[in-house]
């Protein structure tokens, strides 16, 4: 059985390999992951993956099916093989919990580890937090406007494999969503799981009406009906009203019931079905709505007035189809010489993707009155930013924006937070509605402006005086023998 | 242990349960999987999954776990828990082999199934092909523009979680690339793996020259080199020079050897590389690039008379970034009453949702001559066209396209093949080369107009005069109540 340690690029082990035979493979370096844009244009991003990371983290290791394969190719070396069979993770790892916002250029996670380790490491982690920040952040646009309707995720047949189904329902609960249809992750991580019938089922019977009458037989109290198999006002809504008349006469209509719309306008059939219900005495039934949704269709929809308060959210939201990847990037920004530790910086032609150096952190700062965020600061690890005095926000990009925050109207937080020490798991995993709880607190830590669709707010972020030195010169180092 | 079986929407195992108590479960049913649009605006889809699909379907049960979480969620009985546990797949499937080319609204795959066994495959089944068959068609659109060029898929990294990446890497070869540097996807799919050194490999050592040393050192043969960690042109190819000289005097300069570009302006830093290789005598020189790149801007660099001749493609392959979904549907198309077949439609307010009712399969017709495809037919099971008479193509979109095929210049091909039939397995699944060897031969009968990026001709794929009047008639009388 091959394990996911082979789950990596070529590269990383060709590295390992030389790396080993250079003897330069326990040499102890720090590497940074870090993302460069926000993803969907948005004003920030939704950290997910850790939990699985962990997971990853904690079991990796070769098994003998592994070197075998590793030998077949005729890359590798028996001897390096045979260190490989004790290769596991010894370092630290320090990352900011799931759930919590970030920001371009932040440091998400750092790594403290032998060069051959964090090499190991790099791709699959790479994989799992892109995947699910990624989606989570998604989730998070699409509750920002959905406001308090209900969130259902549907996507597991567009997505892009199990484990984009299995870990995208997971961070869509993290961005805010309230169920899932995909039975697995209902099993796997304890979510809420929701469905009702598709068009095969009124397809099943002699007419819609037989069927939606067998539904309610069978589920009385999950009578959510699919209302455009046929024509949704001339003959789904009625059969409803026809379906939910016999159970109210009955006594077995439940509290909540309703109907789902699939095609169609939905703003126009929604709107008359709601009239026609009202008209009948069931003003109060639910119209949930699928069919490509996402964030500004839904935007939409709700500015034409449109009368649905529960949304199936599919497709779009699986495989976060108008930003399906989130490039965050893992980098080394520093190594030991002996005892002395050497910041590294990757330079690059392209100016952005030149990389902040040295070991870090992120301090995020909050208005004291408001509760809400002001700032982010990336600082070099053991900075402090003391909130009695004043602190000084200055920007490279827009200098003239610089100002002053008071000492005493602001907080100050450490984003990075321990998760492994010399290889032992240090961190307590928090449920996942602790995670959701938290999520939805570090939303609300952000002006509504930062969390807009369309051109939102970017969050003041900043380098720490002495991060900003220490990059002016190492960049003015490397930069020195070309002109 | 939970098993695949419970990775499914919920509504089809609630649909099950009430179609057991309805006592209609048992019911024979015809379901087709087709899909609407080709993605990425081509004129083609390649057919990926069925292997992928045949493991699914082939060992699909529910274990003790899954039927201990279905109990715990009270949505399900005993006597229906007790049920599904000796429930498996016993129906007929029929699919196009992968690596077909497939065009919209054509019969991909057919399922003739007991009306649960149907619903219990829906949503994996879907997920499986539309997520394989995605990356296959986005991996032949960059295999149509890089000609003869190696082609590297390096996606893992930005994958939708894990199983994206492997499916994604054996997809990508279904779509003609050569190799990947996914480990675990060569491991389990026999692939070619691929790849050589990051930045991270250039900064572990005091300098880029020392680093290039060290690897020459321990891969002489696999010899591509990072060429843009500090400064391509200044720093990275007379660095990569240097070393090709070292070992062109000792002797070891393998035959394929060269630099890889990450950064930049992959155009201009290509040709002025190729320059200064060309004068130093090293015209021969592999020139490999990576970051980005998709088959638009392939095709535009090697427009502007880039010296690239190997690429490597990430994070839009393995996302299919520009339409990271395929809308493949599995839609109910008859079912028996006794042992009556009858017809059934999915009517929508969405004319585009429209199904083709009854039984079908697609006929291939090609011409004799150039072997070229010509069209193809979707007819009912059983209908034949007569390579010896005359076939009249007609459309219903563009009448005054219609034309005559003379009798004796065409083939015609029967497209779907039977897979499972009564539950047993009664496909060779073919090897992964062969699949390959079969995809080249499908692209190679399509002219090139159809493989066109931009606005490609669209294939002429009609239904039998048998199938339209099916058609028609039941449209007919659904809709007959409304007016």
Chains 1, 2 share one sequence.
């Not at 030389?18 to 992951?33: A, I, N, P, W």
């Not at 009955?250 to 059939?269: E, K, M, V």
């Not at 669709?453 to 900043?462: F, G, S």
Request: charge should be negative; include cysteine.
């Amino acid at each position: 059985m091959y394990t996911k340690a082979l789950l990596t690029d070529l590269y990383q082990l060709t590295m390992m390999q030389g790396l080993y035979f250079e003897g330069r493979h326990e040499q102890s370096c720090v590497f940074d992951r870090y993302y460069r844009t926000n993803p969907f244009d948005g004003g920030y991003t939704v950290v997910a993956g850790l939990e699985h990371l962990i997971d990853y983290v904690h079991h990796i290791h070769f098994s003998d099916d592994d070197l075998a394969y590793l030998k077949s190719t005729g890359i590798f070396q028996d001897v390096f093989l045979e260190y490989l069979k004790g290769v596991s993770f010894t370092g630290d790892i320090y990352a900011m919990p799931e759930g919590t916002v970030a920001f371009p250029q932040e440091v998400l996670l750092r790594v403290h580890a032998k060069k051959d380790e964090a090499l190991l490491l790099e791709t699959c982690m790479s994989m799992i937090m892109n995947h699910e920040s990624l989606i989570a952040t998604k989730a998070r646009r699409v509750r920002t406007v959905a406001g308090h309707d209900a969130l259902m995720e549907f996507g597991l047949r567009r997505a892009q494999g199990k484990s984009a189904g299995i870990y995208g329902a997971r961070s869509a609960m993290i961005g805010g969503f309230n169920g899932t249809s995909n039975v697995l992750a209902g099993a796997l991580f304890d979510i809420p799981i929701l469905g009702t019938m598709a068009h095969s089922w009124v397809m099943s019977f002699t007419s819609e009406l037989e069927a939606f009458r067998a539904y309610a037989r069978q589920y009385p109290n999950n009578l959510i009906l699919l209302a455009d198999t046929y024509n949704t006002l001339k003959q789904g809504v009625p059969d409803a009203i026809t379906i939910f008349k016999e159970m109210k006469e009955a006594g077995t209509l439940p509290t909540a019931y309703g109907i789902r719309l699939d095609s169609g306008d939905l703003a126009y059939l929604s709107k008359e079905a709601h009239k026609m219900f009202s008209a009948a005495g069931f003003g109060d039934a639910v119209i949930a709505a699928s069919n490509d949704l996402d964030e500004n269709l839904i935007s939409e929809l709700k500015a034409q007035g449109c009368a649905i308060n529960s949304w199936g959210v599919g497709t779009h939201l699986i495989t976060a189809k108008d930003s399906p990847s989130l490039g965050g990037v893992f980098k080394l920004v520093g190594q030991y010489d002996g005892d002395l530790f050497v910041p590294k910086i990757k330079m690059s032609d392209n100016a952005e993707k030149i990389s902040n150096p040295g070991m870090k952190n992120v301090l995020r700062i909050y208005d004291k009155k408001s509760g809400k965020m002001k700032a982010d600061v990336i600082i070099l690890e053991g900075e402090v930013i003391d909130p009695e005095k004043d602190l000084y926000l200055s920007s490279d990009k827009a200098p003239w924006r610089s100002r002053v925050l008071r000492g005493g109207s602001f907080t100050v937080r450490k984003m990075l937070q321990p998760i492994f020490l010399q290889g032992e798991l240090v961190y307590k995993k928090p449920a996942l509605r602790e995670i959701m709880a938290y999520a939805d607190e570090q939303v609300d830590t952000l002006w509504p402006e930062y969390l807009r669709l369309v051109n939102p707010e970017e969050m003041w972020v900043q380098r720490s005086p002495k991060l900003s030195a220490l990059r002016e010169k190492i960049l003015k180092e490397e930069s020195a023998h070309f002109f």
